[in-house]
C-alpha cells in the first residue's frame, strides 16, 4: 500500500508513522489515535486511511524490528553454536519487544489471533524461533519438551517485567538467565 501513494499520501503516512513510534515510546500502545494524528499535523480521518486500526498502526511501527529480528535469527543459525543463537535471539526479542510500554501484551496477543493485524508479522518471528529452538532441540542442548510458543511467553513475561522495573535491563538479563538454566540440558553450555 505505502509503495503506490502519492506524494503527500507518502509523507502523511511517514508523519504519522515517525510520530505513532514516538507516542508509543513516551506514552505506550494505548495512546490515543487522535493524538498520534494531531502530532502528524493531520486528521483522524487521515489516520485510518492508513492505518484503519490501532494493531496495523503498531505493525507498521514494528515492522523493520520485526523483519530485522527475523534476520538475526538466520545470522545467528550461520555464525553461532545452537544454545548461544538461541539465547542471543532471545536476548534481541525482550529488548526489542520493550521498545513500546505495552508491546509485550500486543505481541503475545497478536501471536494467537489470526484475525490480528499484527499476526502476520509476529508469525514470522515466532517461525524464526522456532528454527533457533528446534536447531538447539536437535543438538540436545535444550529440553525438548519446550514448546516455541511457551518460550516466546516466558520471553514477553521478561519484557514486561522488565518494562516495570527500575533495573528493568539488569532484570530482563537475570531473568533470561534463569529461563536459559531452566531450559538447557547437561550439553547446553
Given amino acids: 500500500m ?3 501513494m502519492r506524494a503527500d499520501g507518502r509523507r502523511n503516512y511517514d508523519r504519522l508513522l515517525d510520530e505513532a513510534r514516538a507516542a508509543f515510546a513516551e506514552h505506550g500502545t494505548d495512546v490515543s489515535l487522535r493524538d498520534v494524528a494531531r502530532r502528524a499535523g493531520v486528521g ?3 489516520l485510518y486511511r492508513h492505518f484503519p486500526t490501532r494493531e496495523a498502526l503498531i505493525e507498521a511501527a514494528m515492522r523493520h524490528g520485526l523483519d530485522a529480528l527475523c534476520a538475526r535469527a538466520d545470522e545467528l543459525i550461520d555464525t ?3 544454545s548461544e ?5 532471545l536476548l534481541a526479542f525482550a529488548t526489542g519487544s ?11 496477543d497478536a501471536l494467537g489471533d489470526e484475525t490480528s493485524e499484527l499476526y502476520r508479522s509476529c508469525h514470522a518471528m515466532r517461525a524464526a524461533a522456532a528454527r533457533l529452538l ?24 521478561v519484557a ?7 533495573d528493568g535491563a539488569d532484570l530482563t538479563g537475570r531473568l533470561l538467565g534463569l529461563i536459559r538454566t531452566g531450559i538447557e540440558t547437561s550439553g547446553g553450555r
Fill in 2 to 4: 505505502a509503495d503506490t
Fill in 44 to 46: 483522524i480521518g487521515t
Fill in 80 to 82: 553461532e553454536p545452537a
Fill in 85 to 89: 543463537a538461541l539465547a542471543a535471539w
Fill in 98 to 108: 520493550t521498545r513500546y510500554q505495552g508491546l509485550p501484551g500486543s505481541i503475545l
Fill in 134 to 157: 528446534h536447531r538447539a532441540q536437535q543438538a540436545g542442548q535444550v529440553r525438548s519438551d519446550l514448546a516455541v510458543d511457551d518460550l516466546l511467553a516466558l520471553v514477553v513475561g
Fill in 160 to 166: 514486561w517485567a522488565g518494562q516495570h522495573a527500575r
